[in-house]
């Protein structure tokens, strides 16, 4: 079962630029956390945002969370053209003893040099 | 550096075959998952275990078993390979609750010709 979707589902942009990547997902969790993925490899955890948190920053990667509307952002600032990859989010459902985590359909981001 | 080892990159199987994807982690987690990902289909969930010797079933769990006998290693067994399994497998662990993140391995791309 899946609960995140991403939007856009594709997003090409010219390498300097910022790239925002949106999540909506269904219910309550404990932790919302964004992936990447390189072409044909695993998936790479980034960042982690909490339920009480809204805003999380690492490096070139700002997260922000708005539970009240069940979204996150992902964004990317200067982009590079190594940042083209496919990017997921994942829930960790506020639903007792569940450990698995709900990903997204995924998006994919070109970044063109 | 912990790490998710997929034993195959890539690997081509006959139809009818019993095939074996083995999964070893080094991070002493308690708890494996197996997915496979089709593009447009996201990442679904086959089987995951939360402990030695124990399994639970995924969301698509038809022609397919697990094996986990010792904590740092979970096995996908496609009991007689079809076609429609050629896919892209990825194996990810975790700690238990909370979930922080797992950490996937490479994948295996498996053809069933």
């Known amino acids: 079962s899946q609960q995140g979707e991403e939007d856009p589902q594709a997003l090409s942009i010219q390498e300097g630029e910022n790239a925002t990547m949106n999540c909506s997902y269904k219910?309550?969790?404990?932790?919302l956390q964004w992936y990447r993925q390189n072409s044909g490899r695993g998936l790479v955890h980034l960042i982690l945002?909490?339920?009480?948190?809204r805003e999380k920053h690492s490096g070139r990667l700002r997260v922000t969370l708005d539970t009240s509307k069940k979204s996150s952002s992902l964004l990317i600032t200067a982009s590079r053209a190594a940042d083209t990859a496919s990017y997921f989010c994942?829930?960790?459902?506020?639903?007792?003893?569940?450990?698995?985590?709900?990903f997204g359909k995924g998006m994919k981001l070109t970044v063109n040099p | 550096d912990v790490k998710v080892t997929q034993s195959s990159r890539y690997l081509v199987k006959r139809t009818g075959e019993k095939v074996f994807l083995e999964c070893v982690q080094d991070m002493d987690h308690e708890n494996m998952f197996w997915y496979r990902q089709d593009p447009g289909l996201g990442l679904r969930l086959i089987y995951f275990s939360y402990d030695v010797k124990m399994k639970e079933k995924g969301d698509i769990p038809e022609g397919y078993s697990v094996s986990r006998e010792k904590k740092e290693r979970f096995s996908l067994i496609l009991e007689s390979a079809s076609t429609n399994q050629t896919s892209m497998y990825l194996c990810?662990?975790?700690?238990?609750?909370?979930?922080?993140?797992?950490?996937f391995g490479s994948g295996t791309r498996l053809t069933v010709v």
């Open positions: 990810a662990s975790s700690f238990g609750a909370p979930n922080y993140g797992y950490t």
């Open positions: 945002i909490r339920s009480n948190e």
């Open positions: 994942a829930t960790d459902p506020d639903q007792g003893g569940s450990e698995k985590l709900v």
């Open positions: 219910t309550s969790i404990n932790n």
